[in-house]
């Protein structure tokens, strides 16, 4: 995977993951994760990644869509 950050964002990343976790080697890694693993908890819930998966596949949501009859 290769990333883009700005110049500032990146600065700040490594210094508070050596701030965090004590400058080892993996540590930015670590830190890059439980960053996306938090991020993904907020906002990554099984409804919306199927609808996205729908959308691309071009399948109708899971969610029926009927129409009463009169």
């Not at 700040?12 to 050596?18: D, F, M, P, Q, T």
């Not at 400058?23 to 439980?34: Q, V």
């Amino acid at each position: 995977m290769y990333i883009v950050l700005s110049d500032e964002v990146e600065r700040k990343l490594r210094l508070a993951a050596v701030t965090v976790y004590g400058g080892k080697k993996g540590d930015l890694s670590g830190a890059i994760e439980n960053a996306v693993r938090e991020w993904l908890d907020k906002h990554a819930t099984q409804d919306n990644i199927s609808k996205w998966v729908n959308d691309q596949l071009g399948k109708p949501s899971s969610k029926p869509t009927h129409k009463r009859r009169r």
